[in-house]
């Protein structure tokens, strides 16, 4: 009985045709992965990596996670240390007078700072986070210390009172005031992507950033 002629082609041409489409795969997947390199990049020069050491040793200080402070910071003032609001908040961290009367106050030995004294980053960000720790101990929960830290303890704590706006008077399930529910969402919004670039990878992220 003799062969068919044609099988050996076939087989070729398949050979040839799962060849051609393996290389195929690898050039998309390839540029796939140079985008996201580059998009990487550009999310980078967006939320960078600034006042690292400043941020770090607050952080460790004060015992709060540095994903929400780089959130905080990107959102108040991105990173300008000489933001001024009209309202009168100064700084990275944007505190308010009363916010920094009342945590030298409660909280420090001595008042030996003037309020324009917080132009200067890294006390601003000690004096910042500090407010935030004292804000997450307070309140056991940090979207609702974020709210505090935005819209103040005074609101805050009406909304807790409110089944309105809680249900169990430590979580806020609505923000009455549209600036402040839009301050805790873009605030974990910047946190979530500081920590997806930067300590979700953290040993090559970190040195890429210097």
């Known amino acids: 009985m003799k062969k068919n002629s044609s099988v050996r082609p076939k087989r070729a041409a398949v050979v040839k045709f799962i060849v051609i489409l ?7 997947a390839g540029a796939a992965f140079s985008l996201r390199c580059a998009n990487d990049s550009i999310t980078r020069n967006t939320y960078p990596l600034k006042y690292q050491t400043e941020i770090q ?19 108040e003032s991105d990173f300008d240390p000489n933001a001024k609001s009209a309202a009168g908040a100064i700084g990275l961290m944007q505190l308010m007078p009363e916010t ?3 945590m030298q ?3 420090k030995d001595e008042n030996q700072y ?3 004294d917080l132009y200067d980053p890294a006390l601003n960000i000690d004096y910042g986070v500090e407010t935030l720790s004292v804000l997450l101990k307070m309140y056991g929960d940090e979207e609702t210390a974020v709210c505090a830290y935005n819209g103040g303890l005074g609101n805050v704590n009406q909304w807790l009172e409110n089944s309105e706006y809680s249900d169990d008077g430590k979580t806020l399930k609505k923000v009455p005031f549209a600036e402040t529910d839009n301050y805790r969402r873009t605030v974990e919004r910047n946190k979530s992507i500081y920590q997806y670039l930067y300590f979700d990878h953290q040993q090559d992220s970190l040195t890429s950033s210097q």
């Not at 393996?22 to 998309?28: A, R, T």
């Not at 040793?57 to 959102?75: N, P, R, W």
Request: net charge negative; aromatic share 20%.
């Open 114 to 116: 003037s309020f324009e």
């Open 22 to 28: 393996f290389l195929s795969l690898s050039v998309v």
């Open 105 to 107: 106050t409660m909280y």
């Open 57 to 75: 040793t607050a952080c460790e200080k004060y015992g709060v996670d540095q994903t929400l402070i780089y959130g905080v910071i990107k959102t």
């Open 100 to 102: 920094f009367t009342w």
